[in-house]
T-cell receptor
Framework: KQEVTQIPAALSVPEGENLVLNCSFT??????LQWFRQDPGKGLTSLLL?????REQTSGRLNASLDKSSGRSTLYIAASQPGDSATYLC???????????FGQGTRLTINP | DAGITQSPRHKVTETGTPVTLRCHQT?????MYWYRQDPGHGLRLIHY???????DKGEVSDGYSVSRSKTEDFLLTLESATSSQTSVYFC?????????????FGPGTRLTVL
């Protein structure tokens, strides 16, 4: 059974810092990996999707990497801003399936 | 915004009553999903659909049924609501009509079962 883990569960950093969020998964036979953000009381917003054949994806200040062999992904946020405060979730789609398996998220707080 | 709406957005009901949640999409996506989100458990898949009248179970399907009679609508029914089904329910679509595998989520329905 695929399990997805995100560490740490919570992170607080001062504004302007670069930071890395971690995601690990137990079964390397994934089809793709997706990063989301969720603001309190809101739905999920898709940030980046990495296909299993890709190593990284970038969108603005965000860069996500994927190392399938080690079962890890990282989300790099450059020059963090208070507006980046949210919970960040990673999720994988297993090969042959159409379903996302989610980690429990990292709650990020950027302090002005 | 992937044109996904959910109704109702909030509902309070009593144990033992049937409840139906609706997910509506406007972009003709084939795959639709229902998830629930609970503290300590994260997001878990309940059921999903891969076409009209084609559905399959997810991780936590007991006590739930689904129907998809039209491409645009995916209904989730709690046959007899229990307090353990108090949760936030999210609908999602896979954006193949946009040429992507990205899943897009609706705004959620907060359900309270008393």
């Amino acid at each position: 059974k695929q399990e997805v883990t995100q560490i740490p569960a919570a992170l607080s950093v001062p504004e302007g810092e670069n930071l890395v969020l971690n995601c690990s998964f137990t079964d390397s036979a994934i089809y793709n990996l997706q990063w989301f953000r969720q603001d309190p009381g809101k739905g999920l917003t898709s940030l980046l999707l990495i296909q299993s054949s890709q190593r990284e994806q970038t969108s603005g200040r965000l860069n996500a990497s994927l190392d399938k062999s080690s079962g890890r992904s990282t989300l790099y946020i450059a020059a963090s801003q208070p507006g980046d405060s949210a919970t960040y979730l990673c999720a994988v789609v297993i090969q042959g399936a159409q379903k996302l398996v989610f980690g429990q998220g990292t709650r990020l707080t950027i302090n002005p | 915004d992937a044109g996904i709406t959910q109704s109702p957005r909030h509902k309070v009901t009593e144990t033992g009553t049937p409840v139906t949640l609706r997910c509506h999409q406007t972009e003709n996506h084939r795959y639709m999903y229902w998830y629930r989100q609970d503290p300590g458990h994260g997001l878990r898949l309940i059921h999903y659909s891969y076409g009209v009248k084609d559905t399959d179970k997810g991780e936590v399907s007991d006590g739930y049924s689904v129907s998809r009679s039209k491409t645009e609508d995916f209904l989730l029914t709690l046959e007899s609501a229990t307090s353990s089904q108090t949760s936030v329910y999210f609908c999602a679509i896979k954006g193949q009509a946009r040429g992507t595998d990205t899943q897009y989520f609706g705004p959620g329905t907060r359900l309270t079962v008393l």
